[in-house]
């Protein structure tokens, strides 16, 4: 008895719910949120979609599918569109898993790598900037970094930002006290007075660096740059350290790049905006 063949099903048309194009409307409403968010303020539809690269029609269609689940909140008087709700709880939850000293600890290999020089993670404390962790660099005089160590506010790359960076009155009493110091005025530094420090941070803050040039150890040179938290305030400072005439420490050099790099992409990471280059 001949079984007759049977035909091949035809394939179901993919649908608007398919699992294909579900993931991409997904990768389309992420877009449009990172759109959002990199306008730092409430935006419009057309800026949002100007920014999302994509036609206003399509844009507007996400946006009111994200509302409907507090993604995105519209302004009733504006008609402006910014992050809603959840967003904010998923950033804050996402921020409180964030380990800034391991992310910090981590970047400061691939600096050391690039840059061959030695790299240090600080942070502040009761006693002033505090390094947390360093990296050995592949310089030819072994530079030692006491883990632990308080550096100078004012004589120190990482100190100097976070002189930039802190409110005055956290810094004022040190300043004060360094300023007073023999061992400052022994130094070759050429902050004298309270007007050279205040010249200084506004300097810092606009280059978004700060070096040192052989004023807390002879023959040593710094470059630093801040990393910031979410909330906009400096959380540590990581800089790279080498020998003096030796180590290529511009503004604008090679190391500089890596530098400015490395604590943009840690600031990121810690849901912060990093410093104007």
Known sequence: MKVPATRPRPRAPETSRSPKNANRSVGVGLVVLKAIADLGHAGTLSEI???????????????????????????PAS????????????????????????????????LTERTGLVSVLVT???????????????????????????????????????LAHLPAE???????????SSGHRASPSPLRGHDDV?????QVRAEGLADNRGESDAG????????????????MAVAVIGVLGVAELSHNGPAAQALRSIADTVTRSLGGRPAPA
Do not use: C
């Open 170 to 180: 956290k810094t004022k009493a040190l300043v004060a006290s360094e300023l007073a």
């Open 220 to 235: 040593i040179v710094g470059l630093a740059a801040p990393i910031f938290g979410a909330d906009g305030t400096i959380a």
């Open 198 to 202: 205040e010249r200084l941070k506004l």
């Open 79 to 110: 008609g402006r569109y910014d992050l809603g709700p959840l967003m904010v709880n998923l950033g804050v939850a996402a921020l409180g898993r964030v380990d800034g000293v391991k992310l910090g600890t981590e970047a400061l290999r691939e």
């Open 49 to 75: 979609a100007r920014a999302a690269h994509m036609p206003a029609s399509r844009t507007h269609r996400f946006l009111a599918g994200m509302i409907q689940v507090d993604a995105v909140r519209q302004d």
């Open 124 to 162: 502040w404390s009761s006693n002033g900037p505090t390094v947390i962790r360093w990296e050995q660099g592949e310089l030819a005089a072994a530079i030692r970094i006491r883990e632990g160590r308080t550096l100078s506010l004012l004589r120190t790359a990482s100190g100097k930002v976070f």
